[in-house]
T-cell receptor
Framework: DQQVKQNSPSLSVQEGRISILNCDYT??????FLWYKKYPAEGPTFLIS?????DKNEDGRFTVFLNKSAKHLSLHIVPSQPGDSAVYFC?????????????FGRGTSLIVHP | DAGVIQSPRHEVTEMGQEVTLRCKPI?????LFWYRQTMMRGLELLIY????????DSGMPEDRFSAKMPNASFSTLKIQPSEPRDSAVYFC???????????FGDGTRLSIL
């Protein structure tokens, strides 16, 4: 049973436009959320995070939005660049006993076309 | 600034052989994690260590898998005997502590024939 779901396996976007990657979670005890980016033949790289006490966190072109009532978070990339083409993993931690170990989604492959 | 270093990058071996994957975490990081990535199950946590002590090994699939962390700068994941269904990419990650974002190595692509 997946506690963190990324329902879109892939997303294709034109350079300069906005990329929106979505993530849903089922465990209402999760209180810390992260996005990782992964290029082929490399390990995931931490991108941005958000605590459940916030609903938005911004870092340059990357913004993460959290909707706790809907158990949904999204990553916005504006403007999208070809170098953003990668697999993006959503992860969540917290829960009973305060587990800090993140649970990962399956990933969304983003392709940004020049 | 060296990141997490894993070796080997690729391993191809025959079923029944022992496989040892190695990981050097970032210096000063107290937590170390081993993950396995497959198409079927995505990225799943196998085991994690805090201050060299195994804290949670509930993700280790079966007794054929074992992991050790003899000191703060080295960890191994061993599969004995290996089976074709163990074929996957294995990642090691470390973090300053378990609450901080993890830094991943580039993984070991394991193929068991």
């Amino acid at each position: 049973d997946q506690q963190v779901k990324q329902n879109s396996p892939s997303l294709s976007v034109q350079e300069g436009r906005i990329s929106i990657l979505n993530c849903d979670y089922t465990n209402s005890m999760f209180d810390y959320f992260l996005w990782y980016k992964k290029y082929p033949a490399e390990g995931p790289t931490f991108l941005i995070s958000i605590s459940s006490i916030k609903d938005k966190n911004e870092d340059g072109r990357f913004t993460v939005f959290l909707n706790k009532s809907a158990k949904h978070l999204s990553l916005h990339i504006v403007p999208s660049q070809p170098g953003d083409s990668a697999v993006y993993f959503c992860a969540a931690s917290g829960g009973p006993g305060g587990s800090y170990i993140p649970t990962f989604g399956r990933g969304t492959s983003l392709i940004v076309h020049p | 600034d060296a990141g997490v270093i894993q070796s080997p990058r690729h391993e191809v071996t025959e079923m029944g052989q022992e496989v040892t994957l190695r990981c050097k975490p970032i210096s000063g990081h107290n937590s170390l994690f081993w993950y396995r990535q497959t198409m079927m199950r995505g990225l799943e946590l196998l085991i994690y260590f805090n201050n060299n002590v195994p804290i949670d090994d509930s993700g280790m699939p079966e007794d054929r898998f074992s992991a050790k962390m003899p000191n703060a700068s080295f960890s191994t994941l061993k599969i004995q005997p290996s089976e074709p269904r163990d074929s996957a990419v294995y990642f090691c990650a470390s973090s300053l502590d378990r609450q901080q974002p993890q830094h991943f190595g580039d993984g070991t692509r394991l193929s068991i024939l």
